[in-house]
């Protein structure tokens, strides 16, 4: 490749991750606004119903998202979405009541389904396919860093000046994300076959559960989100309870986890994963411990640590989920393969909101440790699995052990 050529591919990537990181901070200030709105409503239900729309549209909808992606050029179809979010939520801006609220905000989710994997399929192209996990690393980055600046940024806009210039904010972040898109000509290419588009749909799912690599970690994402998920909703009432702190506490700590994710991905990203199953099975043994660790303390500061290594364990673990879906699927099944696997994880944080919010309000402490330990043992299963898995056949001809003859 001339030097030329990657140079233009690297400002490309650069632009991209950008995009996806003002797109990203949008998303967070809409999110701080809407639930903002509905929090002064009264009524619980309707933030529930919130987190619930913003979610399941991607859970539903992904062997759909992923046929489309496969089928027709990935980065007009992120221009695409990107541009119908704009004016969902310019809608939203516009009449900023209930109803449209979360009719708007189901939109949004819809077009998450497909922008979501579209991003991941787009970056390893910009960045160089040769580099899987440092793309993976830097999308990770980008997200990361969102999630930081996001809702503060939010928090200060919805209180300095209201709902409706927060959201205009976001009508705006998605304009900006579909015109620079447009602008710098992200393109994925795709063979049409002539079929109709949604044939298919389902083949990213039966990919990984035929691949084997993959069909051996899988199972044990789905254990270790669902128990670690329930922190998130054990979180408030571990801070009230046994930490005996308040709000500024609450906030410290969820930022550590993001600021431990940022440093995660940004150190993963400086490396290339070889057996990235190997590194995910690893990131959720980390982040369990982490995790078991923060609900022994009783200190806040001790707290911020296991926070932190909670997070960047975590990030970890998402990179090398999503390098190994890239580097086991072929190119036509990508944006399947991307798109089921993001369905099947999303279903199970959905699973573990469920549990979170029926035991963590009695016993958050407990929540925690029975979360910690489930991750940390479900790691090291998948590790032995991985391990018995990968150990050399005996050869014909070698030697047995005395005491194994009969």
Request: proline share 4%; with cysteine; net charge positive.
């Amino acid at each position: 490749m001339s030097t030329d050529v990657a140079q233009g591919r690297r400002g490309a990537a650069a632009v991209f991750l950008v995009v996806v990181f003002v797109s990203a901070v949008g998303d967070e200030i809409a999110a701080i606004a809407v639930m903002f709105h509905l929090a002064e409503t009264g009524q619980s239900f309707l933030v529930a119903a919130l987190l619930v729309l913003q979610l399941v549209p991607a859970v539903l909808l992904a062997p759909l998202a992923g046929q489309l992606l496969d089928r027709r050029d990935a980065g007009r179809m992120l221009a695409l979405v990107s541009g119908v979010q704009a004016v969902v939520v310019l809608a939203m801006s516009a009449w900023p009541n209930t109803a449209v609220l979360l009719g708007g905000s189901t939109l949004v989710g819809l077009c998450a389904a497909v922008s979501t994997p579209a991003a991941i399929v787009l970056i390893p192209l910009l960045a160089g396919e040769a580099f899987p996990t440092r793309a993976n690393g830097l999308l990770e980055v980008s997200r990361s860093a969102s999630t930081l600046a996001g809702p503060v940024i939010g928090g200060v806009l919805v209180a300095s000046v209201g709902v409706r210039p927060a959201l205009l904010a976001d009508a705006v972040s998605f304009a900006l994300a579909a015109a620079a898109i447009v602008l710098i000509k992200v393109r994925r290419p795709v063979n049409d076959d002539g079929k109709v588009w949604w044939t298919g749909a389902t083949d990213g799912i039966k990919f990984l559960a035929r691949q084997t690599e993959l069909r051996t970690v899988l199972p044990i994402v789905i254990i270790t989100v669902s128990a670690s998920s329930m922190v998130n909703v054990a979180l408030v009432f571990f801070v009230k309870g046994p930490l005996q702190a308040g709000a500024t506490a609450l906030g410290v700590l969820t930022a550590a986890w993001g600021v431990g994710a940022l440093v995660g991905a940004a150190l993963g990203s400086r490396r290339e994963f070889r057996v990235p199953e190997r590194v995910v099975l690893i990131g959720a043994g980390v982040m369990g411990v982490a995790i078991l660790a923060y609900g022994l303390v009783s200190v806040v500061v001790l707290a911020v640590v296991a926070a932190l290594a909670a997070g960047a364990a975590n990030a970890y673990q998402n990179m090398g989920m999503r390098t190994a879906v890239q580097i086991r699927t072929p190119n036509e099944l990508l944006g399947r393969a991307h798109a089921a696997a993001g369905s099947i994880i999303n279903s199970f944080f959905l699973v573990g909101f469920v549990l979170g919010g029926i035991f963590a309000a009695r016993d958050p402490r407990a929540t925690f440790v029975v979360a910690g330990v489930v991750t940390v043992v479900a790691a090291a299963a998948g590790l032995v699995l991985m391990a018995a898995r990968r150990a050399p056949a005996p050869q014909d001809g070698a030697a047995v052990p005395q005491g194994d003859r009969e």
